[in-house]
C-alpha cells in the first residue's frame, strides 16, 4: 500500500492507539491550527476539538517566552523535525492550574515538505508535586537528625542514607527494604553492591560519576535489582547531607516500575500492530477476490494483485482513476444500482454484475461492498469475486438435466412400443411401479 490515507487497515489500529493513549495527542497545521485531537488530551485541557479551534496550539507556549524565542524554537523545529520536551503551568478551562510537560515533532510528506505537526501534552502535576516533596525533604534534613528519623518513618518513598567512601548503607526506611525485599535491620552496614541491588557496574558508576560533577544527582530513571534478583525501576535523586558529624549521602528510589511496564507494553502493541499490519498488507494482496478500496465518487485509492490481473492494468494506470473512467462496468446501471443500495443499506452483499476485462470479454463477478470510515473520510471498500466457472458448471448440470429428461421421455416410448410384456419391480420393496 502506498499511501497512509488509503491504508484502511494500518489507520484502523492507529486509530485505536491514538483514542486509547493516556497522553494528550494534538495534529495542527503549520500555523499551530488544530486538526484533531485525541480524548486524553480534550480530558486535560477541559476543551472540546471545536473550542480548541478557535485557540492556538502556540497557546500552550510558556508565557515568559518573547516572540524571539518563540521564532528560534518554531526555525529549530522545522530544522531538526522535533522539539525538547519543555514544561509550563497550564490553566483548565474548569480554571484548575496543572503542570504540563510538550514535546512537538514535524510532519512531512513523501516529498520531504513540511505538512503539518503533532505534539504530546502530560500532566507532571504529580512529579511536580513529588520534586516539591523532595526540595521541602531536604530543608528539613538540614534542620537535624530527628526530623529526618520522623520523615524516614512516614515518608512514602524509599529512602536510605550510605556512606560517601565506601557506600556502607547508615539508616534505611522500611519502604526501601520492601523496595529490595530485605529485612531492614539485616542491611545497616552493608554496600549496595553487597546486596546486589545495583543493575550493573556501568549504571553505578554512571550515577556516582553525575555526583563527582554535579555534587548530587535528580530523578534519574534507572534500573535496580533486588536481593532476591528481581528487577525493578525506581527515579533515583541523591544529595550529600550532614550526618552525625560526616557528610552522607541522602538517596530516593521513587518507584516507577508500572510506567516503565506500560511503556515495555505500549512498545509490544505497537510491534503488534505493525506485524498485523503487514499479515493485512499480504492478505489484501494476495486474496484470490479482487478488492478495492475507494472514495464515494468512485476514484480507485487503493487494488490488489487480482483486480490488476482482471483489468490488465498496472497499479500507477488504475489509481486516483474511477472505475468508469477505465470502463470496467459492462453496464454502469450496474454502478447505480451499487451506489443505490449503499445509501439505502450501508452494504451491499452478493450483487451479481458485468464486469470488462483486458481481452474484451465480459465476466459475472459476484460483488459485495460496504462503506467504511478512514481517516475522518467515508470510503468504499468493495469485493468482487469472478463467477464464470460457477456459472459454467451450472450451465452443464442444466444440460444434464434437460439430457436426463429427454432420456426418460424415450425410454418411455420404447417402454410402450414393445412387443413383449415387461414388468419394472422395486427389488427392495417387492412391488411393480410399472408395465406395458
Not at 211 to 219: E, K, Y
Amino acid at each position: 500500500m502506498n499511501t497512509s490515507d488509503s491504508n484502511l487497515f494500518n489507520s484502523e489500529f492507529f486509530r485505536q492507539i491514538f483514542e486509547t493513549s493516556r497522553d494528550g495527542i494534538a495534529v495542527t497545521n503549520l500555523d499551530g491550527s488544530f486538526l484533531e485531537t485525541n480524548p486524553a488530551f480534550q480530558t486535560l485541557t477541559g476543551y472540546s476539538l471545536e473550542e480548541l479551534k478557535k485557540d492556538s496550539f502556540w497557546s500552550l507556549f510558556p508565557l515568559n517566552w518573547d516572540s524571539s524565542q518563540r521564532k528560534v524554537f518554531h526555525e529549530n523545529l522545522l530544522s531538526i523535525g522535533y522539539s525538547q520536551e519543555f514544561e509550563k503551568e497550564y490553566i483548565r478551562k474548569d480554571g484548575k492550574n496543572i503542570s504540563i510537560s510538550i514535546r512537538i515533532y514535524l510532519i512531512r510528506d513523501e516529498s520531504k515538505n513540511p505538512t503539518a505537526f503533532w505534539g504530546t501534552i502530560r500532566d507532571i502535576s504529580e512529579r511536580k508535586h513529588n520534586e516539591e516533596v523532595h526540595k521541602q525533604l531536604y530543608e528539613e534534613i538540614k534542620e537535624g537528625w530527628e526530623a529526618l528519623r520522623r520523615i524516614f518513618v512516614l515518608n512514602p518513598f524509599p529512602m536510605f542514607i550510605s556512606e560517601i567512601d565506601t557506600g556502607k548503607l547508615l539508616e534505611v526506611n522500611r519502604k526501601f527494604a520492601e523496595q529490595i525485599e530485605h529485612e531492614p535491620d539485616e542491611l545497616i552496614g552493608k554496600t549496595m553492591t553487597e546486596l546486589g541491588v545495583w543493575f550493573s557496574d556501568q549504571v553505578k558508576e554512571a550515577i556516582f560519576g553525575v555526583i563527582r560533577r554535579d555534587g548530587f544527582v535528580d530523578s534519574i530513571e534507572m534500573p535496580f535489582r533486588t536481593t532476591t534478583g528481581n528487577e525493578f525501576w525506581g527515579l533515583f535523586s541523591a544529595q550529600p547531607i550532614e550526618y552525625m558529624g560526616k557528610t552522607a549521602l541522602l538517596s530516593i528510589t521513587v518507584p516507577m516500575t508500572d510506567r516503565i511496564k506500560e511503556e515495555r507494553e505500549k512498545q509490544r502493541l505497537l510491534d503488534e500492530v505493525r506485524e498485523k499490519e503487514e499479515i493485512l498488507s499480504q492478505i489484501f494482496r494476495l486474496n484470490p477476490s479482487a478488492i478495492t478500496l475507494s472514495k464515494l465518487n468512485g476514484i480507485l485509492l487503493e487494488v490488489n494483485d487480482r483486480f490488476l490481473e482482471y483489468t490488465g492494468k498496472s497499479k500507477e494506470d488504475v489509481l486516483f482513476r474511477s472505475a468508469i473512467d477505465l470502463g470496467i462496468y459492462d453496464n454502469l446501471k450496474d454502478r447505480e444500482k451499487i451506489i443505490e443500495l449503499l445509501q439505502k443499506d450501508g452494504v451491499v452483499s452478493n450483487l451479481e454484475i458485468g464486469m470488462k476485462t483486458a481481452d474484451g470479454n465480459i465476466r459475472p463477478i459476484l460483488f459485495s461492498a460496504r462503506f467504511v470510515e478512514s481517516f475522518g473520510e467515508k470510503k468504499i471498500l468493495a469485493i468482487g469475486h469472478d463467477i464464470t466457472e460457477i456459472r459454467e458448471y451450472a450451465q452443464e448440470l442444466e444440460n444434464l438435466a434437460n439430457e436426463l429428461v429427454r432420456s426418460k421421455d424415450l425410454f418411455q416410448k420404447l417402454f410402450q412400443l414393445t412387443p413383449s410384456a415387461l414388468v419394472v419391480t422395486d427389488w427392495e420393496n417387492r412391488t411393480i411401479t410399472d408395465v406395458n
